[in-house]
């Protein structure tokens, strides 16, 4: 089945920095990949999803490109900040799964 | 209405408890999704109902666990005779479609704690 695997935190930044969390997966066939982010006390959000090969899913700042060639689908922002701190869901669902399958998620915490 | 809404927020059980938790997916999703989220974990599937369809059960971990999903809206999650290992966060999500073209929105989940 689905799996996915994302680098384990907690992950500490000074502000402004630059972030990068990894993502790998496996999958039968193409999968859809998502990044979900779960601010304190608050349900998952959809960050950004890429549907297919080569494509780039962006939002708020942050980006991650479907590399199908590595199975990968980092996560990076430029310049993060202390309103970033929260954890982050890499997921994928592909076309025979009706459900997503998620990493274990990545604690951020940004200090100013 | 405008998200999932999940109810109650909290609860806390005795051992041995049963417990129903509550979503109200998004107007016109025809998906729902339950998963549980254990301290330090990941999220873990439970159960999925699309439309009219038999639900995929397969994630349930126990016969102890049961859902239902009345008139395609609101589900609810039935945990009998509770043990402590139930103790997690119980997310819903719900979406449009199949989950690989639209993903999930989630509700904020019920915090479930078993003493």
């Known amino acids: 089945g689905d799996s996915v695997t994302q680098m384990e935190g907690p992950v500490t930044l000074s502000e402004e920095a630059f972030l990068t969390i990894n993502c790998t997966y496996t999958a039968t066939g193409y999968p859809s990949l998502f990044w979900y982010v779960q601010y304190p006390g608050e349900g998952l959000q959809l960050l950004l999803k890429a549907t297919k090969a080569d494509d780039k899913g962006s939002n708020k700042g942050f980006e991650a490109t479907y590399r199908k060639e590595t199975t990968s689908f980092h996560l990076e922002k430029g310049s993060v900040q202390v309103s970033d701190s929260a954890v982050y869901f890499c997921?994928?669902?592909?076309?025979?799964?009706?459900?997503?399958?998620f990493g274990s998620g990545t604690q951020l915490t940004v200090l100013p | 209405g405008a998200g999932v809404s999940q109810s109650p927020s909290n609860k806390v059980t005795e051992k041995g408890k049963d417990v129903e938790l509550r979503c109200d997916p998004i107007?016109?999703?025809?998906?729902l999704y339950w998963y549980r989220q254990s301290l330090g974990q990941g999220l873990e599937f439970l159960i999925y109902?699309?439309?009219?369809?038999?639900?995929?059960k397969s994630g349930l971990p126990s016969d102890r666990f049961s859902a239902e999903r009345t008139g395609g809206s609101v589900s609810t999650l039935t945990i009998q005779r509770t043990q402590q290992e139930d103790s997690a966060v119980y997310l819903c999500a719900s979406s449009l479609g199949q989950a690989t073209n639209y993903g999930y929105t989630f509700g904020s989940g019920t915090r479930l704690t078993v003493v």
């Open positions: 107007s016109g999703h025809t998906a």
């Open positions: 109902f699309q439309g009219n369809s038999a639900p995929d």
């Open positions: 997921a994928s669902s592909s076309g025979s799964a009706r459900q997503l399958t």
